[in-house]
Nanobody, 125 residues
């Protein structure tokens, strides 16, 4: 009932910037925390950045000072601004949302964790 659609990935040179977007759609009551994760080849998936419904943020140490997470609650959208990109940032980036939504077109609410399909970010040296 809820879908997260990502956009903004691509190929960029080291030192460049990209902005990722993730828009949630469906019978959404509220979105609690949202976050961005990434997974590089041969590596474990890791949390990159997270933001609460109230706007509190936290970041992985590896991206602090370079990445900024933000959200537009009216649009059910979360963004990740990535600056000063490094080759080690190359990964598939996944959007995640802790979503409370209306089930079966009713007033019954459920809360589930949803993932986007992933978007490739490649940083060349």
């Amino acid at each position: 009932q809820v879908q997260l659609v990502e956009s903004g990935g691509g190929l960029v040179q080291a030192g460049g910037s990209l902005r990722l977007s993730c828009a949630a759609s469906g019978s959404i009551f509220s979105i609690n925390a949202m976050g961005w994760y990434r997974q590089a080849p041969g590596k474990q998936r890791e949390l990159v950045a997270a933001i609460t419904s109230g706007g509190s943020t936290n970041y992985a140490d590896s991206v602090k000072g370079r990445f900024t997470i933000s959200r537009d609650n009216a649009k059910n959208t979360v963004y990740l601004q990535m600056n000063s990109l490094k080759p080690e940032d190359t990964a598939v980036y996944y959007c995640n949302g802790d979503v409370t939504y209306y089930s079966d077109n009713s007033d019954r609410k459920k809360r589930d964790d949803y993932w986007g399909q992933g978007t490739q970010v490649t940083v060349s040296s």
